[in-house]
């Protein structure tokens, strides 16, 4: 199996293609995208954006899941930029007490007002299972969910900016080359003609209507490094992590079996994406990044047996129904790394 020198993503990934030289298609996206990025600048950028939003005496949303990401915009816009802040959050039905106890830190500690959003959870878990019986994974209504908190409580609240961690579009973005987009017309492709349009308001954002919003997505502005990021939550916040030293979507009951979904569907796991967007972000070096992939994966080979015990239950499935779907048919390519 091949591998690209650089970002060690393999060759099962999605159009993932590896050059003479060993380099792949996603490295060199990155170089021609990133080439002229000039840190200092887009900080100033950000800063400009925030003084005329300060200026007009504005609130700000901020989508917040008790995760690193979020929980991190969450202290830079309270903390370090004094922004009138309102947290949005969105019930998955999948929340762990670690994001609960985040989430009052949060709150506490920043003192910033959070407000939940919860929608219909009988039509989250049937979502849940629909888009698992069709693509093999179950992601996507919980990440519109997410989006769709911050719309929800910016219109109630009179404000127009909404602030987020999402990396989509950073230096450190993970899903490159089109994979695992969990956008709008993915989710309305498996959706709409199944649910009521009243079943969706709390889930999912029309198109039309993100527009009338400001959306910053804060990765895009500054260094985006994962454990610097949480040495200062620790400090500030008392962040956690969860029970079992966990620290990527600590928000989520079974993150884990997404990732083990994701290694049997393509060889390899979010955690793998992640640590060669931070190689490709100069963030760690290849020869680290192959030290963590390696560690990361092997524990992902094994099925979480708890998250995958919870996730059955909600979705009224069978291990068997499960491991009959004709998505899961990869090898874990760390075996060849």
């Known amino acids: 199996m091949k591998f690209c020198k650089r970002c060690l993503l393999p060759e099962t990934y999605p159009k993932l293609k590896i050059n003479e030289d060993g380099l792949c298609n996603a490295c060199e996206q990155y170089d021609e995208k990133w080439k002229h990025f000039d840190p200092n600048k887009a900080k100033s950028e950000f800063e400009k954006r925030i003084r005329e939003i300060t200026k007009r005496g504005e609130k700000v949303v901020v989508t917040c899941s008790g995760g690193i990401d979020s929980s991190y915009v969450a202290f830079l816009c309270k903390r370090k930029y004094n922004l009138d802040v309102i947290g949005a959050n969105f019930n998955h039905g999948f929340v762990t007490d670690t994001a609960k106890n985040n989430l009052a830190r949060i709150r506490e500690t920043l003192n910033i007002p959070i407000i939940e959003i919860t929608p219909d959870l009988e039509i989250m878990y049937r979502l849940y299972r629909d888009f698992l019986l ?22 109630n609240n009179n404000a127009r900016t909404i602030i987020h961690g999402g990396v989509s579009g950073s230096r450190v973005e993970f899903n490159v080359l089109g994979m695992l987009r969990h956008h709008y017309d993915r989710f309305m492709k498996y959706a709409k003609n199944n649910y009521p349009t009243d079943k969706l308001q709390k889930i999912v954002t029309p198109t039309s209507e993100i527009s009338e919003f400001n959306l910053i997505a804060l990765p895009q502005y500054f260094d985006w490094d994962e454990d610097n990021i949480i040495g200062i939550l620790q400090k500030e916040i008392g962040w956690e992590t969860m029970p079992n030293g966990r620290t ?43 030290i963590k992939i390696k560690e990361e994966e092997e524990k992902i080979q094994q099925e979480p047996v708890d998250a995958m015990n919870i996730l059955l239950e909600k979705l009224k499935l069978t291990r068997e129904e499960l491991y009959s779907l004709p998505f899961y048919k990869c090898e874990p390519a760390v075996r060849y790394l």
């Open 134 to 155: 069709a693509t093999g994974d179950f992601c996507t209504p919980c990440c519109q969910g997410c989006c769709r908190s911050g719309f929800i409580v910016a219109r």
């Open 248 to 290: 990527r979507h600590v928000d989520c009951l079974v993150a884990e079996v997404s990732d083990f979904l994701l290694q049997k569907k393509f060889g390899f796991s979010k955690r793998w994406m992640t640590i060669s967007a931070n190689i490709r972000a100069g963030l760690i070096d290849t020869e680290t990044g192959r």
